[in-house]
Nanobody
Framework: QVQLVESGGGLVQTGGSLRLSCAASGRVDSRDVMGWYRQAPGKQREKVATITGGGSTNYADSAMGRFTVARDYAKNTVHLQMNSLKPEDTAVYYC??????????WGQGTQVTVSS
């Protein structure tokens, strides 16, 4: 089992920045893929950014150039730096771990609201 705890969400104006953090505990392996997803009201959950055990990153088109995902392997944490935020970035953001054993774990989610 893997437990995930997110922090850092909140309310920000258009053009502002937020940094999300996620601490993983339990059966975490440095080879796991960690990342961030989001779900806006009435929409499906979508990937924002992921980072592999080797440090390779992958971003949604909507996040490219504005968001940066980073990982601290020693502390089993993953961060999402979000800059130039837009109202359409408003969503609940979820931390995820895809373990090397094939299981996907989710955090409880943190609300990000961008006001226009």
């Amino acid at each position: 089992q893997v437990q995930l705890v997110e922090s850092g969400g909140g309310l920000v104006q258009t053009g502002g920045s937020l940094r999300l953090s996620c601490a993983a505990s339990g059966r975490v392996d440095s080879r796991d893929v960690m990342g961030w997803y989001r779900q806006a009201p009435g929409k499906q959950r979508e990937k924002v950014a992921t980072i592999t055990g080797g440090g390779s990153t992958n971003y949604a088109d909507s996040a490219m150039g504005r968001f940066t995902v980073a990982r601290d392997y020693a502390k089993n944490t993953v961060h999402l730096q979000m800059n130039s935020l837009k109202p359409e970035d408003t969503a609940v953001y979820y931390c995820s771990v895809l373990s090397i054993y094939g299981y996907t774990y989710w955090g409880q989610g943190t609300q990000v609201t961008v006001s226009s």
